[in-house]
Nanobody, 125 residues
Framework: QVQLVESGGGLVQAGGSLRLSCAAS????????MGWFRQAPGKERQFVGY????????YYADAVKGRFTISRDNAKNTVWLQMNRLNPEDTAVYYC??????????????????WGQGTQVTVSI
């Protein structure tokens, strides 16, 4: 069993930044690749980014590439999502998840088997 807890969401003006955290427990964190997803009201959950278990490989959705950065510290069992130059289209609930599947690119929700409860990010004009 794995527990994931996201934090760091909030209200920010367009052009601003937020840093989300995902704290993991209950499993060897360093053995797991991780992903970030988001879901806006009335829309499907959408892939945001991925980080390999050792942090040596990342992959981002086109919509966030160059603005968002994923990092991790296996000693702290934590993954971060640094979000810069936010715009209203980034408004959503953001989730972290453990990737168990081996497909590539790592964009499908079905490849992830443990999810956090999500943290709300709201970007105002």
């Amino acid at each position: 069993q794995v527990q994931l807890v996201e934090s760091g969401g909030g209200l920010v003006q367009a052009g601003g930044s937020l840093r989300l955290s995902c704290a993991a427990s209950g499993r060897t964190f360093s053995s797991s690749a991780m992903g970030w997803f988001r879901q806006a009201p009335g829309k499907e959950r959408q892939f945001v980014g991925y980080i390999a278990r050792l942090g040596d490989n990342t992959y981002y959705a086109d919509a966030v590439k160059g603005r968002f950065t994923i990092s991790r510290d296996n000693a702290k069992n934590t993954v971060w999502l640094q979000m810069n130059r936010l715009n209203p289209e980034d408004t959503a609930v953001y989730y972290c998840a453990v990737k168990s599947g081996r497909s590539w690119p790592p964009t499908r929700t079905s490849e992830y088997d443990y999810w956090g409860q999500g943290t709300q990010v709201t970007v105002s004009i």
